[in-house]
């Protein structure tokens, strides 16, 4: 397995354009939005395109079978969803893969597997392809609306929701007490990540060819940086499958992991005010009026959360104080007006 520190990261301006001119026969999977702003950046039309439209293997699987047999390249271009897609596509016409991110908020950009999606339920992997190399195009990524860069960095500062959970429990006596010595690599890294990217800001506040290095940079880091410990599970990542299975809907991945990881540190008490002071400093939205959330959506996620944390159909058996004291009736409803006041 390719570790996420040793991809071929390819960083430049006019990338697209001088790479895809040596490309042999190529297909491409996108989605509508990602191929309207990135068909110009090609120096020739593919020989087979398909959009995504969700991660269910039936639809991966039809897609890629309406691809030509012939090509000899595939190309990812988009955010997740369709990143993740041409890993299958690659494995399944046994040709090598490419990824050109329109965004560099997903750690799929840096992963090299493509889960089985049933619906909205994963059962596994479904592809498993390391991607030759990845072109991230200052230009062609800085066309994408702010939020959807910024939101790679919430996906990675919402590992406070496990620093949360652990010190809660040390707190308490339950478990194996607070380590800060395996904890001291995740947190250095959030707080270069809360100092680093403020500075690499245009005057006006705006991203720079900079600040995207910085952020796809923080989410590779991410992989080797991260607090992996069965005391920290990582409930932020949860309520964010959870969210979107109670609700059958999608929302930005990193905007609502930084949701989830704020409703952690509210519901354990461990100094939310840090964890919001940090995402407003890297201009990651969690905000459920920002992320056009309703007080509804968000009650049924956080009460579907217990039920997915241990769901042992799909394997899943996650101690949590999430699952185990949910966050729902009068203190859901105590969570919601404070968050209304944040």
Not at 179 to 203: K, M, N, Q, W, Y
Request: glycine share 8%; charged share 25%.
């Amino acid at each position: 397995m390719t570790l996420a520190r040793d991809y071929d990261m390819r960083y430049g301006r006019n990338l697209v354009k001088t790479d895809s001119a040596e490309w042999p026969r190529y297909v491409v999977v996108s989605t509508p939005t990602a191929w309207k702003t990135a068909k110009s950046f090609l120096a020739r039309e593919p020989a087979g395109l398909v959009f995504n439209e969700w991660l269910d293997r039936t639809h991966l699987e039809e897609t890629a079978a309406s691809l030509p047999d012939d090509a000899e390249l595939a190309v990812g271009i988009g955010a997740g969803r369709a990143l993740d897609h041409a890993k299958l596509v690659a494995e399944r016409k046994g040709i090598p893969l490419v990824q050109v991110p329109t965004v560099v908020s997903t750690g799929a950009i840096i992963h090299s597997l493509c889960g089985d999606w049933a619906g909205r339920v994963i059962h596994g992997w479904a592809a498993d392809v390391v991607a030759e190399y990845v072109l991230v195009d200052y230009e062609l990524v800085l066309k994408a609306p702010e939020r959807l860069n910024t939101a790679g960095l919430g996906d990675v500062l919402c590992g406070y929701a496990g620093l949360s959970e652990w010190r809660y429990n040390t707190a308490k006596g339950i478990g194996e007490p607070f380590d800060e010595s395996l904890a001291a690599v995740a947190i250095d890294h959030h707080r270069e990540i809360v100092d680093g990217f403020p500075p690499t800001l245009a005057d006006d506040g705006s991203l720079t060819d900079a600040s995207v290095k910085f952020i796809m940079q923080a989410v590779q880091d991410r992989d080797d940086r991260m607090l992996r410990h069965p005391a920290a599970p990582g409930a932020d990542h949860s309520f964010c499958f959870s969210v979107e299975l109670a609700n059958d809907r999608y929302w930005i991945h990193g905007e609502t992991c930084a949701l989830g990881a704020v409703m952690v540190a509210w519901h354990t008490e461990q100094n939310p005010e840090l964890l919001i002071d940090r995402l407003d400093r890297c201009k990651v939205r969690f905000r459920p009026r920002d992320l056009d959330m309703s007080e509804d959506e968000l009650r049924r996620g956080l009460e579907a959360l217990p039920l997915w944390m241990g769901d042992a159909e799909s394997g899943r058996d996650i101690n949590s104080v999430m699952r185990h004291d949910p966050l729902v009736g009068e203190r859901f409803d105590q969570a919601w007006a404070w968050l209304e006041g944040v």
